[in-house]
């Protein structure tokens, strides 16, 4: 079975932009909006198990501050605040701030050298795509995605599997041909939900969740001078660790995989 494409979470899973990025925008925003709120790591890291920033925003004040759903305009308030947030967050990206994980230049870089489509599959903003990757892997490369499923091009987000089917659909591709990398267990269960078999790359906020399902969890996805630890391995045992590359993502794609969840 020929691997088609290859599909990208983008938050935790191309970069590490939850503690140092999205989060510190987000504290930024709310002193911007004269608020008292601050998400510390520990908060955030809960905070997380809701997908979306304005998701977030809303579950934190259900939770944490009910006296703000009295403004009447709510939802247009948390799109503004959210706005405010984005801001921040691109000029941390423009400073250099939120560099890629380990392994991800390298495998984009391989998975072109071999013709193997590309696609975007995330909740983030289409700017924060954007700019993420024009930082880090030049103003052209946003081009060399065939799809970018970003924001709210769904109703539903992750653990919801409608991103990963509207990205299909773009692409004229069956899951069958087709492997996920993500760093979630949202992101799992969406994409198992797809019949797409999934890589997880664990990040600091994700480590301990639950990835039964995955064709393989590893550590990152590895450089050639200090390789990926696997984890969790489907298919085989060893080695325990490795590169992600074209083969390992095509032995990925045979696994028979049965989820739990």
Known sequence: ???????????????????????????????????????????YGKLLQITGGKERIRYYINHYSPEISKNTNLTDWISELHKTKTVYFLKLLSEGKIPLRPGVARLIHELRKNNIRMAIVTTTTPENVYALLESTLGEKSP??????????????????????????????????????????????KASLA???????????????QNFNGAAMVLTNLGEPEEPATILTNSYTLEPKTTLINVSSLEQSLCVNIKSNF
């Not at 999205?22 to 790591?41: M, P, Q, T, V, Y």
């Open 194 to 208: 797809a019949n797409i078999n999934t890589i997880i790359t664990t990040s600091e906020y994700t480590h301990s």
């Open 143 to 188: 081009n060399w995605f065939d799809v970018i499923g970003a924001g709210d091009v769904v109703p539903y987000k992750k653990p919801a599997p409608d991103i990963y089917y509207w990205v299909l659909d773009k692409l004229q591709l069956t899951p069958d041909k087709c492997i996920a990398i993500e760093d979630s267990e949202n992101g799992l």
């Open 1 to 43: 079975m020929s691997l088609s494409a290859v599909l990208f979470d983008v938050d935790g899973t191309l970069a590490d932009t939850e503690r140092d990025g999205h989060r510190l925008a987000f504290n930024s925003a709310f002193k911007d909006f004269g608020l008292n709120w601050n998400w510390d790591i520990e908060l």
